[in-house]
């Protein structure tokens, strides 16, 4: 299907209107709209192209199936969480079989305790539950390292990436995460929340 680039997306309720109704267009405006974030979020834990757009296909049918019964609040934030999963997931699959190259472990072992592929309700409450915490926790927190946490964890980038956007070193950078981490767990485990 060509995309008529000069008519704007549909808006979110819109595209999730079409999930409801089973009409197939809404994986059209859901690629349309969301569809570099998808890639982009992918491609930064799986750093290959091939592998990135296997995730992002996964992602639509994913989200297929997902809606209904689910309706989503916000979109982006459901399809960038399903996508995480996946490439997560892909992600262990390629380093049981030591197909992952040797400096995507330490990324894997550093990111992938942010990372869940949830199924069942009481397991979406306690990740909602979780992700209030985490919110309450980096609002807490400067502009520069929310910055810093949501860019690495939640986008995926590197260290090295994060440093760049923010005009940082990205040895500081390393410093702000492995201190962000800490304060993290402390803050999670005083609430009665823990993190691998």
Known sequence: MK????????????IVALYWCRDES???????????LIYGIAYHILCDKGDSEECQNDTYLRTWNAIPPTRPNQLQVFLSRITRGLAFNRLA?????????????DYFEDVAFFASDRGSVEEEVSA???ARHINAFLESRTETERQIFVGRYYFGHSAAEVAE????TTSNVYKQLTKLKNDLKQYLNERGESID
């Open 165 to 168: 956007s923010l005009h940082m």
């Open 26 to 36: 809404a994986i059209d405006e859901t690629d349309r709209k969301y569809g570099p």
């Open 93 to 105: 699959t390629k380093r049981r079989q030591k197909r992952v190259p040797r400096h995507m472990t």
């Open 128 to 130: 909602a539950e979780l």
């Open 3 to 14: 995309k008529d680039l000069r008519r704007p997306p549909a808006s979110d309720d819109q």
